[in-house]
């Protein structure tokens, strides 16, 4: 996609949508405040320039890549949903660290659609719209955790305590669409 307006807003539009990287600052935002949380954009940022940089070329040589990261999405998802749900409002730890946002977004689907449908990595000069995707997702990434300090502020409380095993739950739903739909591509691939 190599219209700088299309492909401005094919970004916007597929960041905005709710998803796993989202839900993590949002929670954070809601948990810790914008502030501590600002520090996970960078986070964000480099998992989905490091995932776009790795699946553009891989995707094509792997047939069955789509459905195996899919699955794996999902687990690695359930893993953090556990941690969400098991965290402590008392802990002095933050519930949503630099590293699961890292992660997170290295391994969310969205990466599939960037990679391979947004992000022309042959076009000349890839770096300026892996420049221009970078300006786009920190303002976006902001707004969720602003949106999720807002609702935390809302929350207050013995409520707050909520919003981690409210995340946990979102990110279960997550990973059986992913694991679910992986399975189905695999199954349907004829790579059986």
């Not at 776009?52 to 792997?62: E, H, T």
């Not at 699955?71 to 969400?84: E, K, P």
């Not at 981690?164 to 739950?169: K, M, N, S, T, Y």
Request: aromatic residues 8%.
């Amino acid at each position: 996609m190599t219209d700088p307006l299309l492909f401005s807003l094919a970004v916007l539009a597929v960041l905005s949508v709710p998803g796993p990287t989202n839900t993590l600052l949002m929670t954070s935002g809601a948990t810790v405040g914008v502030r501590r949380s600002v520090v996970l954009l960078l986070a964000e940022a480099s998992g989905y320039i490091l995932g776009i940089l790795i699946v553009s070329p891989l995707a094509a040589a792997l047939p069955a890549g789509r459905a195996l990261l899919g699955g794996a999405v999902g687990l690695y998802l359930l893993t953090v949903a556990a941690r969400l749900w098991r965290h402590s409002p008392r802990s002095l730890e933050r519930p949503v660290t630099w590293r699961s946002v890292f992660v997170t977004t290295l391994l969310n689907p969205k990466v599939l659609v960037f990679a391979l449908l947004v992000v022309p990595m042959t076009a000349p000069h890839p770096e300026r719209y892996l420049a221009a995707f970078c300006a786009i997702v920190m303002p976006v990434g902001a707004s969720w955790i602003a949106f999720g300090a807002f609702a935390g502020r809302l929350a207050g409380g013995r409520r707050l305590s909520l919003v981690p095993r409210l995340a946990a739950v979102v990110m279960v739903g997550l990973a059986f669409l992913l694991i679910g739909n992986s399975m189905s591509l695999y199954l349907h691939s004829g790579l059986l």
